[in-house]
Protein backbone atom coordinates (compact mmCIF):
# COMPACT_ATOMS: atom_id res chain seq x y z
CA UNK A 1 0.00 0.00 0.00
CA UNK A 2 1.22 3.62 -0.77
CA UNK A 3 -0.40 6.77 0.44
CA UNK A 4 0.24 9.75 -0.96
CA UNK A 5 -3.67 11.88 0.41
CA UNK A 6 -3.45 12.49 4.49
CA UNK A 7 -5.99 13.27 6.95
CA UNK A 8 -5.57 14.40 10.25
CA UNK A 9 -8.31 14.52 12.62
CA UNK A 10 -8.49 17.39 15.68
CA UNK A 11 -11.50 16.14 17.46
CA UNK A 12 -11.62 18.99 20.00
CA UNK A 13 -13.63 22.12 20.03
CA UNK A 14 -14.67 25.01 22.54
CA UNK A 15 -17.86 24.08 22.16
CA UNK A 16 -20.19 22.11 20.29
CA UNK A 17 -22.43 24.28 17.15
CA UNK A 18 -25.98 23.94 17.23
CA UNK A 19 -26.09 22.15 13.85
CA UNK A 20 -22.48 19.96 13.87
CA UNK A 21 -22.69 16.41 13.97
CA UNK A 22 -19.14 15.68 13.67
CA UNK A 23 -16.90 13.60 15.74
CA UNK A 24 -16.03 16.31 18.15
CA UNK A 25 -15.40 16.70 21.75
CA UNK A 26 -15.66 20.26 23.66
CA UNK A 27 -14.34 21.04 26.99
CA UNK A 28 -11.45 18.17 26.75
CA UNK A 29 -8.08 20.58 27.01
CA UNK A 30 -6.19 17.80 29.05
CA UNK A 31 -6.58 15.33 26.38
CA UNK A 32 -5.51 18.29 23.55
CA UNK A 33 -1.78 18.61 24.99
CA UNK A 34 -1.21 14.99 24.72
CA UNK A 35 -2.75 14.71 21.22
CA UNK A 36 0.38 15.44 19.13
CA UNK A 37 2.68 12.73 20.71
CA UNK A 38 -0.10 10.31 19.70
CA UNK A 39 -0.70 11.10 16.18
CA UNK A 40 3.59 10.87 15.88
CA UNK A 41 3.05 7.52 17.50
CA UNK A 42 0.09 6.76 15.35
CA UNK A 43 2.10 7.75 11.62
CA UNK A 44 5.41 5.70 12.92
CA UNK A 45 3.21 2.60 12.87
CA UNK A 46 1.84 2.83 9.53
CA UNK A 47 5.02 3.43 8.24
CA UNK A 48 6.28 0.20 9.58
CA UNK A 49 3.37 -1.00 6.96
CA UNK A 50 3.34 0.90 4.45
CA UNK A 51 4.81 3.65 1.95
CA UNK A 52 3.79 7.52 3.62
CA UNK A 53 4.12 9.74 0.87
CA UNK A 54 5.43 11.70 -0.86
CA UNK A 55 2.48 13.64 0.12
CA UNK A 56 0.36 15.49 -2.78
CA UNK A 57 -2.05 16.48 -0.02
CA UNK A 58 -2.53 16.71 3.74
CA UNK A 59 -5.24 17.71 5.80
CA UNK A 60 -5.45 19.01 8.87
CA UNK A 61 -9.29 19.17 10.14
CA UNK A 62 -11.69 18.58 12.98
CA UNK A 63 -13.35 19.60 15.09
CA UNK A 64 -10.79 22.78 15.58
CA UNK A 65 -7.68 22.28 14.29
CA UNK A 66 -6.03 25.44 14.65
CA UNK A 67 -6.56 24.81 18.87
CA UNK A 68 -3.76 22.42 18.71
CA UNK A 69 -0.94 23.50 19.90
CA UNK A 70 1.56 25.28 17.01
CA UNK A 71 4.80 23.39 18.43
CA UNK A 72 2.74 20.13 17.36
CA UNK A 73 1.43 21.19 13.99
CA UNK A 74 5.07 21.66 13.70
CA UNK A 75 6.59 18.07 14.83
CA UNK A 76 4.43 16.58 13.03
CA UNK A 77 5.00 18.08 9.60
CA UNK A 78 8.48 17.76 10.18
CA UNK A 79 7.80 14.28 10.92
CA UNK A 80 5.42 13.71 8.26
CA UNK A 81 7.55 15.96 5.52
CA UNK A 82 10.87 14.50 6.39
CA UNK A 83 11.43 12.49 2.94
CA UNK A 84 9.06 14.53 0.64
CA UNK A 85 12.03 15.87 -1.35
CA UNK A 86 11.11 19.23 -3.63
CA UNK A 87 7.67 18.24 -4.24
CA UNK A 88 5.34 20.81 -2.19
CA UNK A 89 2.27 19.46 -0.83
CA UNK A 90 -0.85 20.68 -0.40
CA UNK A 91 -1.03 21.17 3.23
CA UNK A 92 -4.21 22.28 4.85
CA UNK A 93 -5.28 23.82 7.88
CA UNK A 94 -8.93 24.39 9.06
CA UNK A 95 -9.49 27.47 11.44
CA UNK A 96 -12.04 29.22 13.53
CA UNK A 97 -11.90 32.77 12.94
CA UNK A 98 -11.83 33.74 16.73
CA UNK A 99 -8.74 31.24 16.97
CA UNK A 100 -6.83 32.81 14.28
CA UNK A 101 -3.57 34.94 16.20
CA UNK A 102 -0.59 36.58 14.54
CA UNK A 103 1.56 34.45 15.77
CA UNK A 104 -0.31 31.25 15.58
CA UNK A 105 -0.24 32.38 11.94
CA UNK A 106 3.53 32.99 11.66
CA UNK A 107 4.04 28.84 13.54
CA UNK A 108 2.03 27.34 10.80
CA UNK A 109 3.42 29.09 8.14
CA UNK A 110 7.07 28.19 9.52
CA UNK A 111 5.50 24.66 9.71
CA UNK A 112 4.54 24.35 6.32
CA UNK A 113 0.98 24.81 6.14
CA UNK A 114 0.11 26.58 3.11
CA UNK A 115 -3.61 26.49 3.41
CA UNK A 116 -6.13 28.02 5.27
CA UNK A 117 -9.73 27.35 5.50
CA UNK A 118 -11.34 29.34 7.37
CA UNK A 119 -15.27 28.03 9.18
CA UNK A 120 -16.86 31.69 8.42
CA UNK A 121 -20.17 30.12 7.99
CA UNK A 122 -22.41 33.20 7.88
CA UNK A 123 -22.39 36.87 7.39
CA UNK A 124 -24.87 37.49 9.62
CA UNK A 125 -24.15 38.04 13.30
CA UNK A 126 -27.62 36.83 14.47
CA UNK A 127 -27.10 33.89 12.41
CA UNK A 128 -24.16 32.93 13.82
CA UNK A 129 -24.91 33.43 17.56
CA UNK A 130 -28.41 31.15 16.49
CA UNK A 131 -25.78 28.43 15.50
CA UNK A 132 -23.65 28.78 18.36
CA UNK A 133 -20.59 30.27 16.57
CA UNK A 134 -18.13 32.08 18.83
CA UNK A 135 -16.93 34.38 16.09
CA UNK A 136 -18.33 37.41 14.65
CA UNK A 137 -18.37 38.84 10.98
CA UNK A 138 -15.60 41.15 11.93
CA UNK A 139 -13.60 38.55 13.12
CA UNK A 140 -14.18 36.36 9.73
CA UNK A 141 -12.24 39.66 7.96
CA UNK A 142 -9.94 40.38 10.43
CA UNK A 143 -9.01 36.04 10.44
CA UNK A 144 -8.35 36.85 6.51
CA UNK A 145 -6.44 40.11 6.88
CA UNK A 146 -4.02 38.39 9.48
CA UNK A 147 -3.53 35.17 7.23
CA UNK A 148 -2.50 37.19 4.31
CA UNK A 149 -0.19 39.30 6.23
CA UNK A 150 1.45 36.38 7.36
CA UNK A 151 1.73 35.31 4.31
CA UNK A 152 -0.98 32.74 3.58
CA UNK A 153 -2.01 32.91 -0.47
CA UNK A 154 -4.60 30.41 -0.59
CA UNK A 155 -7.56 30.99 1.72
CA UNK A 156 -10.83 29.44 1.86
CA UNK A 157 -14.22 30.46 3.68
CA UNK A 158 -17.10 27.98 4.43
CA UNK A 159 -20.61 29.13 4.06
CA UNK A 160 -23.86 27.38 5.22
CA UNK A 161 -27.16 27.91 3.58
CA UNK A 162 -30.50 26.93 4.47
CA UNK A 163 -30.60 28.16 8.03
CA UNK A 164 -33.35 28.62 10.52
CA UNK A 165 -34.51 32.28 9.68
CA UNK A 166 -31.99 32.65 6.56
CA UNK A 167 -33.99 34.81 3.58
CA UNK A 168 -32.68 34.19 0.28
CA UNK A 169 -32.03 38.18 0.23
CA UNK A 170 -29.43 37.60 3.86
CA UNK A 171 -28.07 34.26 1.91
CA UNK A 172 -27.05 36.71 -1.41
CA UNK A 173 -25.64 39.12 1.21
CA UNK A 174 -23.69 36.40 2.70
CA UNK A 175 -22.67 35.66 -0.95
CA UNK A 176 -21.36 39.23 -1.62
CA UNK A 177 -19.43 39.97 1.42
CA UNK A 178 -17.47 36.95 1.01
CA UNK A 179 -16.85 37.94 -2.62
CA UNK A 180 -15.85 41.47 -0.70
CA UNK A 181 -13.26 39.43 1.32
CA UNK A 182 -11.26 38.19 -1.79
CA UNK A 183 -10.34 34.80 -0.89
CA UNK A 184 -9.42 32.04 -3.67
CA UNK A 185 -11.95 29.34 -2.47
CA UNK A 186 -15.43 29.30 -1.00
CA UNK A 187 -17.68 25.82 -0.05
CA UNK A 188 -20.94 26.01 0.25
CA UNK A 189 -22.70 23.63 2.06
CA UNK A 190 -26.91 22.75 2.25
CA UNK A 191 -27.79 22.89 6.05
CA UNK A 192 -28.04 19.00 7.19
CA UNK A 193 -29.58 18.01 10.59
CA UNK A 194 -28.84 14.75 12.22
CA UNK A 195 -31.38 13.82 14.50
CA UNK A 196 -28.86 13.82 17.54
CA UNK A 197 -27.59 17.77 17.12
CA UNK A 198 -29.07 20.40 19.21
CA UNK A 199 -31.16 21.94 16.17
CA UNK A 200 -31.92 18.15 14.64
CA UNK A 201 -33.88 17.67 18.19
CA UNK A 202 -34.98 21.12 18.07
CA UNK A 203 -36.52 20.46 14.35
CA UNK A 204 -38.01 17.17 15.33
CA UNK A 205 -40.07 18.89 18.03
CA UNK A 206 -40.88 21.80 15.87
CA UNK A 207 -39.54 24.69 18.26
CA UNK A 208 -38.84 25.98 14.71
CA UNK A 209 -38.70 25.55 11.05
CA UNK A 210 -36.37 25.02 7.95
CA UNK A 211 -36.32 27.16 4.41
CA UNK A 212 -38.72 24.65 1.96
CA UNK A 213 -36.67 23.27 -0.99
CA UNK A 214 -38.01 25.96 -3.32
CA UNK A 215 -35.96 28.38 -1.32
CA UNK A 216 -33.15 26.09 -1.06
CA UNK A 217 -33.20 25.37 -4.22
CA UNK A 218 -33.28 29.56 -5.16
CA UNK A 219 -30.00 29.85 -2.80
CA UNK A 220 -27.90 27.49 -4.88
CA UNK A 221 -29.10 29.19 -8.03
CA UNK A 222 -27.88 32.57 -6.53
CA UNK A 223 -24.43 31.25 -5.85
CA UNK A 224 -24.25 29.29 -9.65
CA UNK A 225 -24.98 32.84 -10.78
CA UNK A 226 -23.01 35.23 -8.42
CA UNK A 227 -19.90 33.47 -8.40
CA UNK A 228 -18.85 32.43 -11.64
CA UNK A 229 -19.38 35.65 -12.48
CA UNK A 230 -17.43 36.78 -10.21
CA UNK A 231 -14.55 34.74 -11.25
CA UNK A 232 -14.88 31.50 -8.93
CA UNK A 233 -14.87 28.48 -11.27
CA UNK A 234 -17.84 25.85 -10.19
CA UNK A 235 -15.26 22.78 -10.25
CA UNK A 236 -17.00 20.79 -7.09
CA UNK A 237 -20.76 20.72 -6.31
CA UNK A 238 -20.35 22.58 -3.38
CA UNK A 239 -17.11 24.51 -3.99
CA UNK A 240 -16.01 27.49 -6.01
CA UNK A 241 -12.91 28.49 -6.72
CA UNK A 242 -10.25 31.28 -8.59
CA UNK A 243 -8.41 28.91 -11.30
CA UNK A 244 -5.45 27.06 -9.74
CA UNK A 245 -6.54 27.35 -5.96
CA UNK A 246 -8.98 23.75 -6.54
CA UNK A 247 -8.79 21.79 -3.22
CA UNK A 248 -5.92 19.16 -3.93
CA UNK A 249 -6.94 17.40 -1.46
CA UNK A 250 -10.68 17.25 -1.50
CA UNK A 251 -10.48 16.06 -5.59
CA UNK A 252 -8.61 13.11 -4.55
CA UNK A 253 -11.89 12.04 -2.37
CA UNK A 254 -13.91 13.23 -5.87
CA UNK A 255 -11.57 10.88 -8.07
CA UNK A 256 -11.85 7.79 -5.28
CA UNK A 257 -7.66 7.95 -4.72
CA UNK A 258 -6.32 6.47 -1.80
CA UNK A 259 -6.08 8.18 1.56
CA UNK A 260 -5.03 7.42 4.93
CA UNK A 261 -6.67 9.04 8.06
CA UNK A 262 -4.74 9.67 11.44
CA UNK A 263 -6.59 10.78 14.64
CA UNK A 264 -9.06 9.85 16.82
CA UNK A 265 -12.17 8.59 14.47
CA UNK A 266 -10.25 9.35 11.09
CA UNK A 267 -11.10 7.08 8.48
CA UNK A 268 -9.22 5.43 5.63
CA UNK A 269 -9.53 4.60 2.37
CA UNK A 270 -7.55 2.05 0.08
CA UNK A 271 -9.15 0.46 -3.07
CA UNK A 272 -11.79 -1.77 -1.69
CA UNK A 273 -10.42 -1.49 1.77
CA UNK A 274 -11.87 1.12 4.25
CA UNK A 275 -11.14 1.17 7.95
CA UNK A 276 -11.69 3.32 10.97
CA UNK A 277 -9.80 4.41 13.69
CA UNK A 278 -11.53 4.36 17.56
CA UNK A 279 -13.59 7.40 18.31
CA UNK A 280 -13.32 7.44 22.30
CA UNK A 281 -10.44 9.40 23.25
CA UNK A 282 -9.02 7.32 26.33
CA UNK A 283 -9.54 3.76 23.97
CA UNK A 284 -7.23 5.78 20.92
CA UNK A 285 -4.56 6.38 23.46
CA UNK A 286 -4.65 3.38 24.71
CA UNK A 287 -4.53 1.62 21.47
CA UNK A 288 -0.98 3.70 20.93
CA UNK A 289 0.93 3.75 23.78
CA UNK A 290 0.58 -0.10 23.94
CA UNK A 291 1.80 0.35 20.52
CA UNK A 292 -1.24 -0.95 17.81
CA UNK A 293 -2.99 0.92 15.60
CA UNK A 294 -6.52 2.13 16.90
CA UNK A 295 -8.62 0.25 14.46
CA UNK A 296 -12.31 -0.24 15.51
CA UNK A 297 -13.67 -1.29 12.07
CA UNK A 298 -12.35 -2.68 8.83
CA UNK A 299 -14.74 -3.69 5.45
CA UNK A 300 -14.30 -4.71 1.96
CA UNK A 301 -16.56 -3.13 -0.56
CA UNK A 302 -18.16 -5.67 -3.18
CA UNK A 303 -17.74 -4.19 -6.71
CA UNK A 304 -21.10 -2.51 -6.52
CA UNK A 305 -20.49 -0.86 -3.73
CA UNK A 306 -16.98 0.26 -4.99
CA UNK A 307 -18.38 1.05 -8.52
CA UNK A 308 -21.44 3.29 -7.58
CA UNK A 309 -19.30 5.26 -5.22
CA UNK A 310 -16.95 6.00 -7.87
CA UNK A 311 -20.41 7.28 -9.75
CA UNK A 312 -21.63 9.48 -6.88
CA UNK A 313 -18.42 10.68 -5.84
CA UNK A 314 -17.23 11.82 -9.88
CA UNK A 315 -21.12 12.81 -10.90
CA UNK A 316 -19.82 15.52 -7.71
CA UNK A 317 -17.13 17.21 -10.26
CA UNK A 318 -18.60 20.02 -12.49
CA UNK A 319 -16.72 18.08 -15.50
CA UNK A 320 -17.84 15.21 -14.59
CA UNK A 321 -16.86 11.31 -14.44
CA UNK A 322 -13.82 10.39 -16.50
CA UNK A 323 -15.88 7.09 -18.59
CA UNK A 324 -12.45 6.52 -20.29
CA UNK A 325 -10.74 6.29 -17.05
CA UNK A 326 -13.80 4.90 -15.48
CA UNK A 327 -13.70 1.58 -17.82
CA UNK A 328 -9.39 1.98 -17.63
CA UNK A 329 -9.73 1.54 -13.46
CA UNK A 330 -13.05 -0.59 -13.18
CA UNK A 331 -12.83 -2.95 -16.19
CA UNK A 332 -16.11 -1.85 -17.19
CA UNK A 333 -18.00 0.90 -19.27
CA UNK A 334 -20.23 2.87 -16.42
CA UNK A 335 -22.58 3.59 -19.85
CA UNK A 336 -23.18 0.06 -19.77
CA UNK A 337 -23.31 -0.93 -16.30
CA UNK A 338 -25.95 1.52 -15.65
CA UNK A 339 -27.57 1.57 -18.43
CA UNK A 340 -30.90 1.44 -17.29
CA UNK A 341 -30.83 4.07 -14.35
CA UNK A 342 -28.28 6.56 -16.74
CA UNK A 343 -30.88 6.68 -19.61
CA UNK A 344 -33.57 7.66 -16.79
CA UNK A 345 -31.46 10.59 -15.62
CA UNK A 346 -30.71 11.76 -19.24
CA UNK A 347 -34.62 11.54 -19.76
CA UNK A 348 -35.50 13.52 -16.84
CA UNK A 349 -32.65 16.17 -18.14
CA UNK A 350 -30.50 15.47 -14.23
CA UNK A 351 -27.12 14.17 -16.64
CA UNK A 352 -25.84 14.77 -20.12
CA UNK A 353 -22.70 12.97 -21.87
CA UNK A 354 -20.01 15.55 -22.74
CA UNK A 355 -17.61 14.14 -24.48
CA UNK A 356 -16.16 11.52 -22.68
CA UNK A 357 -17.59 12.79 -19.51
CA UNK A 358 -20.61 11.93 -17.85
CA UNK A 359 -21.85 15.14 -16.08
CA UNK A 360 -24.96 16.63 -14.04
CA UNK A 361 -27.07 19.56 -16.02
CA UNK A 362 -27.80 22.25 -14.25
CA UNK A 363 -30.74 20.91 -13.25
CA UNK A 364 -28.79 18.34 -11.89
CA UNK A 365 -26.54 20.46 -10.00
CA UNK A 366 -29.51 21.41 -8.04
CA UNK A 367 -31.44 18.18 -7.69
CA UNK A 368 -28.39 16.29 -6.92
CA UNK A 369 -28.94 14.09 -4.34
CA UNK A 370 -32.07 12.72 -6.65
CA UNK A 371 -29.02 11.52 -8.69
CA UNK A 372 -26.49 10.37 -5.95
CA UNK A 373 -29.20 7.66 -4.82
CA UNK A 374 -29.41 6.15 -8.20
CA UNK A 375 -25.70 4.68 -7.42
CA UNK A 376 -25.61 3.86 -3.47
Known amino acids: MRFEHLYIHIPFCVSKCNYCDFISYPGQEAA ?11 AALWREKTQLGPWQSIYIGGGTPSLLPSQDVRALLMDLLAGQGGEEAEITLEANPESVTADKLAAWRAAGVNR ?12 LKSMGRPHTVAQITEAVGKARAAGFKNIGLDLIYGLPGQTINGWRDDLLQALDVGVQHISLYGLSLSAHSPWGRAAAAGHFTLPDEDVLADMLESALDTLPAAAYMHYEIS ?11 NTAYWHRENYLGLGAAAASCHGEKRWFNERDLAAYKEALEEDRLPLIEEETLGIDEVLGEAMFLGLRLIAGLDLAEFARRYG ?17 GLVEIAGDHLRLTRRGVLLGNEVFMQFV
Not at 337 to 344: F, I, N, V
Open 332 to 348: TRAERYYKKPLSRLQRQ
Open 239 to 249: NFARCGYESRH
Open 32 to 42: LHDYGRLLLSE
Open 116 to 127: LSLGAQSFDDAL
